[in-house]
């Protein structure tokens, strides 16, 4: 029986087989056999019809309760709460074993029905609470959801409501790089507050369980901001940029594919923000002329260059070019007249583009 692909997969297929039939890879007959072992998947009308059926049907039901939602027990509103959240938890047991998107659905909406229901519930029975708590309670069910299930749209909810929790106490804090220039407290505050580190390592543990990519990814980038949150305020912010930035290169060079690509990201970032001599203020070294932020453009250009060597084309250009791009607008854009500075600009691009056109062509290996 022929395997059923979507028309977008068919036509790929018939394709690619014509390709190979033209460069003799396979025969035409071989071809059509291959060809014949799938088929074009209908489109259910009919699922489609009872999939928009039910959402009215729920839309309908869920303006009903607002509607009358005062007027009803609390009781048994805590009930419908309750009972909705069960049902969902129930619905992904039933759907994910035919459908894994399905599956994933209906536990998203058991957490969304959660958070709704941490709102209701606290309004309902008068209950002091924080925006800082919701966020927190709400997260601690999405982390221990996705721990038990293995969920990857869990871990994504869960670190979207952990950074926001995060910002919301003061734990993070996206300025402090730019405000704190010097330490303002002890080292012993380092890990103030400890629930903040707790959160961080439910948020490990939940990436742990599922292993996947983009959950690595925002849990190094909650890492980064509050280590760069709380070092700034024990280190100052020149000192926590330079840390940051060194711990990206050894990051860059001795971590895995995905790890040494955020390690990259950290360098670049990091370092360019030390090429500015604001970031130099305060330092203790940083006496009389102010040759410092550019030492360190020379060694985030050259780290650049290197990761071009390494394969990281992309980014080590990228990052290349806005640091050129970062020196032109900032030391000669202002003191050019527009048409003449925009022609200077045209030529850099082009001249660099030609360059590490060349660079990766002798660096990388094909």
């Known amino acids: 029986m022929p395997s059923a692909i979507r028309k977008r997969e068919m036509d790929f ?9 033209e460069d003799g890879t396979i025969t035409s007959e071989q071809a059509s056999e291959i060809m014949s072992r799938y088929e074009v998947r209908p489109r259910n009308v009919r699922a489609v019809m009872l999939t928009a059926g039910l959402v009215l049907l729920g839309l309908g039901g869920v303006s009903f ?29 039933f759907a994910g074993r035919s459908s894994a998107k399905t599956g994933k659905s209906f ?15 606290t309004h ?13 309670y709400w997260a601690a069910e999405v982390i221990t959801v996705s721990i038990i299930f293995r969920d990857e749209w869990q871990v994504y909810l869960a670190g979207a409501l952990s950074l926001a929790w995060m910002n ?14 010097t330490a303002r407290l002890p080292l012993t505050e380092f890990f103030a507050p400890w629930s903040a580190f707790a959160l961080l390592a439910a948020m490990w543990g939940a990436y742990f369980s599922v292993k996947d990519r983009i959950a690595l990814m925002i849990n190094v980038m909650i890492t980064v901001l509050l280590l760069a949150s709380r070092m700034s305020l024990c280190f100052g912010g020149t000192w926590t940029l330079i840390i940051l930035a060194v711990a990206g290169a050894v990051m860059s060079f001795a971590g895995s594919a995905d790890i040494g690509i955020m390690g990259l990201l950290m360098t670049g970032v ?3 923000l030390l090429t500015w001599p604001m970031f130099w203020r305060g330092a203790e070294f940083a006496s009389g002329r102010n040759v410092y932020p550019v030492i360190n453009a020379v060694i985030v250009a050259g780290l650049m260059l290197a990761s071009i060597w390494r ?19 900032d030391h000669l ?34």
């Open 13 to 21: 297929l018939s394709f690619e087989a014509a390709g190979w039939v």
């Open 107 to 121: 536990l998203m909406l058991s957490s969304a029905v959660f958070g709704g229901g941490i709102y209701l519930v």
């Open 270 to 272: 990091f370092g360019l």
């Open 65 to 93: 309760l607002l509607a009358n939602w005062h007027e009803i027990d609390r009781v048994i509103r805590l009930c419908i709460i309750a009972g909705s959240y069960i049902a969902s938890l129930c619905a992904y047991f």
């Open 124 to 136: 309902m029975y008068d209950i002091p609470i924080t925006l800082a708590d919701f966020l927190g």
């Open 333 to 366: 854009f202002g003191y050019l007249p527009k048409a003449w500075g925009f022609t200077a600009a045209g030529i850099i691009l082009l001249a660099g583009g030609i360059f590490f056109g060349r660079i990766r062509n002798l660096f990388t290996k094909e």
């Open 168 to 181: 919301e106490t003061g734990a993070v804090n996206a300025f402090a790089l730019y405000f704190v220039s």
């Open 311 to 329: 394969g990281h084309s992309g980014t080590g250009i990228t990052f290349c070019v806005i640091l050129a791009g970062r020196y032109f607008f």
